[in-house]
Every structure is written in C-alpha cells, then in structure tokens.
C-alpha cells in the first residue's frame, strides 16, 4: 500500500541552519497496517508525514502509494489519497463554516467544487451517521459553526474528515498532544474504531510510548532521519516500555529523557 523507498531531505542546504531531516528513509507498509511511530524531538517524524503528504519534493529516492509513484505529485494530486490530522485542534477545520460545511470539502477532497447545492437531505445523513462514531453530539448540530466547538471536538471532527472519503494512507501526527487525558483517550478510541472498520492503512505519530504499545500491530522508532527500529508480528507484542528506552539508548548512544514520554 506504502512504499517509502530510501528518501532523503535536506534542508537549507549549504547555509549554517543545515539539516538532514530524513537520511535514507525506507518503509515498506501492507494494506491495514497501523504503524505508530516514536523518536526524540527532531528524529524526523513529522518530516517523514510531510514528504508521505506532498509538503516538498525529496532530494532522493521514491514514494509509491497503491501502485502509484507519487515522488513527484504535488500535495493537491496526493489529497484523495491521504486523509491527516495534526498535532493543533485548530489545524485541519475552517472555524467560520459550519460543521457540515467543513464535512462538504472533506467529502470533495481533491476536487474544485462549490459549497452551494452540494449537501443533499442523502449527504446530511452521511454526515450524521459518522459523526455518531464520535459520541459527542455533533449529528444533531451540523449547522454550528466549527469555532465554536471545544479543541476535543474540532479534533474527533478532523479525524472523521480526514477518513470520510476513505484514503490509501492516514497520517496522524500526534492528534491527541493538545488535547486533555480524558478527551485523548476518546480520540484515541474513535481512531482505533475508525481504521479497523475501515481497514485503513495508518501512520501515527506519538511521544508517548504507552500510546505507542496499546495501538497498532507495527511500531517504529526514528532517530537523526533514520530508521533505527521497526518492531512487528511477535517482536513486537513482547515489547515493553523499558524494551523501548534500551532500544532508545542502544541506537543513539544516550538516554532517552524527554518529558513527554511516559515511562511508567
């Protein structure tokens, strides 16, 4: 479904801010896999989502996205085949539409179309029954506008925007960092529900680890724009936190002592 064949990017080439952001990256993802991604600030993570995502052109190697090379594509051709969520609530909604308004250019994703007489009485109750998924009441509340809604709710409503036209890949970096505990965890749930039952293939960015255990069947550890770790099938459900920290330590040679990690 995803290939992800020996990247690299290098930004501000030849000045002093210059950085190797993505080092001979190479990812290989099957159709459904939910692949959680883990590494200290800077490993190149969200770097990784941007080139996946079209956000700038790869100084090497190719990414192919259900037997389509994409390499080459810009992010405007890639739209229909990628659905993201960002780390910022804020990211990924227009605060002066309504709800279904903002669902209308999720579902048109790709396409130039108008807002007018585009939500039919069929696509309004689309729109109502994904939003069921999320429990929070927003079926009953299409006509609100989305900046009136809390940063949770903005959240769970990108997440059914960015999967309502079901995408070859989901990119999810770091969804639930801003939100509190309580409203992660719903987010986290509805996203589990929302890519089993759509058998969608997915990316998730995280810096807790627990998070990075309790989701997916596949999880990856980046450090310096490389892959340093890539842990599946039987290695991968015997893996622990403390299993994490020493593969932290053993591939970059120091501890891994970022405070938004979990450890316990």
């Known amino acids: 479904m995803?290939?992800?064949?020996?990247?690299?990017?290098?930004?501000?080439?030849?000045?002093?801010?210059e950085k190797t952001a993505l080092n001979g990256v190479t990812l290989h993802l099957k159709k459904g896999d939910f692949v959680t991604i883990i590494g200290s600030n800077g490993a190149g993570k969200s770097t990784l989502m941007n080139a996946?995502?079209?956000?700038?052109?790869?100084?090497?190697?190719?990414?192919?996205i259900d037997n389509q090379d994409v390499t080459f594509a810009s992010q405007h051709e890639r739209a229909k085949m990628i659905g993201r969520v960002f780390q910022d609530p804020m990211v990924g909604t227009a605060a002066n539409l309504t709800i279904e308004q903002n669902l209308v250019l999720a579902l048109k994703r790709g396409e130039k179309r108008f807002l007018k007489r585009a939500i039919s009485h069929e696509i309004r109750d689309l729109f109502r029954e994904k939003l069921k998924i999320l429990g929070l009441g927003l079926e009953d509340n299409l006509?609100?506008?989305?900046?009136?809604?809390?940063?949770?709710?903005?959240?769970?409503?990108?997440?059914?925007?960015?999967?309502?036209?079901?995408?070859?890949?989901?990119?999810?970096?770091?969804?639930?960092?801003?939100?509190?505990?309580?409203?992660?965890?719903?987010v986290l749930e509805v996203t589990r529900k929302i890519i089993k039952e759509g058998e969608l293939?997915?990316?998730?960015?995280?810096?807790?680890?627990?998070?990075?255990?309790?989701?997916?069947?596949?999880?990856?550890?980046?450090?310096?724009?490389?892959?340093?770790?890539?842990?599946?099938?039987e290695e991968r459900r015997k893996t622990t936190v403390t299993t994490l920290l020493n593969l932290f330590e053993r591939n970059s040679g120091r501890e891994l002592l970022n405070d938004r990690m979990l450890l316990v």
């Not at 999967?163 to 409203?183: Q, R």
């Open 201 to 233: 293939t997915a990316l998730m960015v995280t810096h807790d680890l627990k998070q990075a255990l309790t989701y997916g069947n596949r999880i990856i550890m980046m450090h310096e724009g490389k892959i340093v770790a890539d842990l599946k099938g």
């Open 143 to 186: 006509t609100q506008k989305v900046g009136l809604l809390s940063g949770g709710q903005r959240q769970a409503l990108t997440l059914i925007m960015a999967s309502l036209i079901k995408p070859k890949i989901l990119l999810l970096d770091e969804h639930t960092a801003n939100l509190d505990p309580k409203t992660a965890e719903k």
């Open 52 to 64: 996946i995502s079209g956000e700038f052109f790869l100084d090497q190697g190719s990414i192919i």
């Open 2 to 17: 995803l290939i992800v064949n020996d990247i690299k990017k290098t930004f501000n080439r030849g000045s002093i801010n």
